[in-house]
Structure formats: structure tokens, C-alpha cells
T-cell receptor
Framework: GESVGLHLPTLSVQEGDNSIINCAYSNSASDYFIWYKQESGKGPQFIID?????DKRQGQRVTVLLNKTVKHLSLQIAATQPGDSAVYFCAESYNTDKLIFGTGTRLQVFP | DTAVSQTPKYLVTQMGNDKSIKCEQN?????MYWYKQDSKKFLKIMFS???????INETVPNRFSPKSPDKAHLNLHINSLELGDSAVYFC???????????FGPGTRLTVL
């Protein structure tokens, strides 16, 4: 169902530190997962994806970890930079069906 | 080069009016989508089209009518606008439903 949270969860990190953004997904049968980054006033931007036959995937400064046992997805950002400040969404899908988005986490990077 | 573009970026209108939002993608994708993002940032799919055919209709009020004149365009027409329609509407496209979706910049609709 839809999220009704009053405020977005917020993660505040210092520039240069590593960030870990967590996501609990809902469907144990989901087989495709994506992380999106949404900067203020812009549309979501693809960061990295992972399929259920993997438990880890790395990109440039980002790593996605998938734990199917507990239905948990995480996004790790190395050496966080001010430009990483945004809202991050995880999304899941099953069998090429529509994407279901999570509620989002706001990442704030301070100097 | 804009991959997925939407017009207008901002739309302010009175309750009861009819308005349209246009979307175009130049990625050669077969599938296009409309999403609604509410004030709490929750992003929810409304429609999906594949090669001009409606694939997904997520129990959206029938005041909302998508139209796909060709596979590069998916427009959204909204009749009898209500206050609750105020949101940011995003268009997106992908090659297949299972592929990465690329989003447009959004249209912020404000109904007064």
C-alpha cells in the first residue's frame, strides 16, 4: 500500500564519509531491484540495479547489496560528496511487472 | 540532448478545468509510463503503454486519460481537475517493462 509517513527518513553524513541507505522491500518474489536518485526539482535518475540471482553489485562509488532472506536492499555510497545530496528511492518488480517504489530516504551531506 | 521531455514544467489551474501534459522520448523505447509523486515524495505508477497499447492502468480515476499517438509520445489529459490532483507528474520510458526506466523532469500541477 502507499506510504503515509509524515517526513522522509533522513540520513546526514559528513563529506568524505561512506553512506548506507537501507530499504525493506515487500514482495519476497521480486526479482529485480533498482536504486534511483532524485535531486530537488528533477526526475528520478537511475543509479544501479541488481537482479535476484545476485547479492552484490558494484558501480562507480556505489554498491548495492541484496539480502533476500530478510527482504532488504542497501545502497552504499563511498566518499560521499555534496553532489550526492538527494532523495534516494529503491524500487522492486516481479516478473517484468511494474516497478513498486519505496518511500525514499533523504541524504544530506554537510562539509 | 533531452532523453525524456515533458511540457509544461509548471501548470497552475482552477478546479474543474481540463488540462494536458505532454511527454516525448527520443530513446527509441517501446514502453512509456506516467507516475504521480505526492507531497510526501511517494512515487506511484498510473499508466504504462507499450507500442501505443495500454498495459497498466492502476485504478486511476477515469478523469485521467492517457493517449499515445506514437511510441515516442505519451500524453496525459485530465478532466475536471480536483484539489487532490495537485502533485508532480513524471513521464518515464524503457525499452521493455523489465528494463531501466528513464524519467522526465516532471510537471508540477497545482490545482487551486
Amino acid at each position: 500500500g502507499e506510504s503515509v509517513g509524515l517526513h522522509l527518513p533522513t540520513l546526514s553524513v559528513q563529506e568524505g564519509d561512506n553512506s548506507i541507505i537501507n530499504c525493506a522491500y515487500s514482495n519476497s518474489a521480486s526479482d529485480y531491484f533498482i536504486w534511483y536518485k532524485q535531486e530537488s526539482g528533477k526526475g528520478p535518475q537511475f543509479i544501479i540495479d541488481i537482479r535476484s540471482n545476485m547479492d552484490k553489485r558494484q558501480g562507480q562509488r556505489v554498491t548495492v547489496l541484496l539480502n533476500k532472506t530478510v527482504k532488504h536492499l542497501s545502497l552504499q555510497i563511498a566518499a560521499t560528496q555534496p553532489g550526492d545530496s538527494a532523495v534516494y528511492f529503491c524500487a522492486e518488480s516481479y516478473n517484468t511487472d511494474k516497478l513498486i517504489f519505496g518511500t525514499g530516504t533523504r541524504l544530506q551531506v554537510f562539509p | 540532448d533531452t532523453a525524456v521531455s515533458q511540457t509544461p514544467k509548471y501548470l497552475v489551474t482552477q478546479m474543474g478545468n481540463d488540462k494536458s501534459i505532454k511527454c516525448e522520448q527520443n530513446l527509441g523505447h517501446d514502453t512509456m509510463y506516467w507516475y504521480k509523486q505526492d507531497s510526501k515524495k511517494f512515487l506511484k505508477i498510473m499508466f504504462s503503454y507499450n507500442n501505443k497499447e495500454l498495459i497498466i492502468n492502476e485504478t486511476v480515476p477515469n478523469r485521467f486519460s492517457p493517449k499515445s499517438p506514437d511510441k515516442a509520445h505519451l500524453n496525459l489529459h485530465i478532466n475536471s481537475l480536483e484539489l487532490g490532483d495537485s502533485a508532480v507528474y513524471f513521464c518515464a520510458s524503457s525499452q521493455e517493462m523489465s528494463d531501466t526506466q528513464y524519467f522526465g523532469p516532471g510537471t508540477r500541477l497545482t490545482v487551486l
